[in-house]
T-cell receptor
């Protein structure tokens, strides 16, 4: 079956530091890949996505590249802000599995001033 | 623009009680989903629907029921609440079945 593995948190950073959150996946088909963000007390919001190999998703300074050869979709941001403190979820959607989302366990990020 | 709305925001249930979690979307999306999120964990799919009158089980359906009589509404019914159902419940909708839009969640405590 499909699965998503992402690095455990919490990740604690200072403002303006570089952020990387690793995500790898296992899928039987050709999935689309997503990063969702959950701010404290809120629901999940789509941060970025990529639908095929070598695609790069980007939004709000975050980027992730769909790497089929390493089955990875690592999230990066060059200079984090306190407002980036949240839980980040990697997920995949597999058309062969009815487009249901499979989520990783989430990575909590805390950015300190 | 309301998007996906959920009620209530928070509820305490006693063991054995029943309740319905409400979910509505105003985006005319065919796909709707119910997830639960346990502390420190990712989301697990409970039930989903690809259109009015069509529902199917997800990964963790036991103890829950759903119905989809309209495109807009997708209520989740808990029968005979158990402590294991203490969780945060999220409803989501999608037009294509890929990108999903989430509601703010319902926090449920079963004592």
């Amino acid at each position: 079956g499909n699965s998503v593995t992402q690095m455990e948190g919490p990740v604690t950073l200072s403002e303006e530091a570089f952020l990387t959150i690793n995500c790898t996946y296992t899928a039987t088909g050709y999935p689309s890949l997503f990063w969702y963000v959950q701010y404290p007390g809120e629901g999940l919001q789509l941060l970025l996505k990529a639908t095929k190999a070598d695609d790069k998703g980007s939004n709000k300074g975050f980027e992730a590249t769909y790497r089929k050869e390493t089955t990875s979709f690592h999230l990066e941001k060059g200079s984090v802000q306190v407002s980036d403190s949240a839980v980040y979820f990697c997920a995949l959607s597999d058309r062969a599995a009815g487009n249901k989302l499979t989520f990783g366990g989430g990575t909590r990020v805390l950015v300190k001033p | 623009n309301a998007g996906v709305t959920q009620t209530p925001k928070f509820r305490i249930l006693k063991i054995g009680q029943s309740m319905t979690l409400q979910c509505a979307q105003d985006m005319n999306h065919n796909y709707m989903y119910w997830y639960r999120q346990d502390p420190g964990m990712g989301l697990k799919l409970i039930y989903y629907s690809v259109g009015a009158g069509i529902t199917d089980k997800g990964e963790v359906p036991n103890g829950y029921n759903v119905s989809r009589s309209t495109t807009e509404d997708f209520p989740l019914r808990l029968e005979l609440a158990a402590p294991s159902q203490t969780s945060v419940y999220f409803c989501a909708s999608s037009s294509t079945g890929e990108t999903q839009y989430f509601g703010p969640g319902t926090r449920l405590l079963v004592l």
